[in-house]
């Protein structure tokens, strides 16, 4: 069976940090383009940061350098590291793999920015 587990999300104050992980089991995440979307409440989910299989990052512009995708092969996992956070950044997270036409979705972990 394949699955994303996202997990590392929580409540931290603004200018905290969090490191995010997205597991995958059944399925080889190496091979995949693996993309961290956001949803905030009564927003739609937005992209905010994607590393493809040959390790190329790309971040959305509110970002700003604050957030880094990485991913360890041999734990099968992707993350992401976020710094100096916002409360705007509350939102749930969630972690996306693509590869081809197979697309999987974790079930998503929240973050809350909060003094």
């Known amino acids: 069976q394949v699955q994303l587990v996202e997990s590392g999300g929580g409540l931290v104050q603004p200018g905290g940090s969090l490191r995010l992980s997205c597991a995958a089991s059944?399925?080889?995440?190496?091979?995949?383009?693996v993309t961290w979307y956001r949803q905030a409440p009564g927003k739609q989910r937005e992209l905010v940061a994607t590393?493809?299989?040959?390790?190329?990052?790309t971040y959305a512009d509110f970002v700003e350098g604050r957030f880094t995708i990485s991913r360890d092969n041999d734990q099968n996992t992707v993350y992401l590291q976020m710094n100096s956070l916002k409360p705007e950044d509350t939102a749930v997270y969630y972690c996306?793999?693509?590869?081809?036409?197979?697309?999987?979705w974790g079930q998503g972990t929240q973050v809350t920015v909060s003094s």
């Open positions: 059944g399925l080889t995440l190496r091979i995949y383009a």
């Open positions: 590393i493809t299989s040959g390790g190329r990052t």
């Open positions: 996306n793999g693509r590869w081809g036409p197979l697309d999987y």
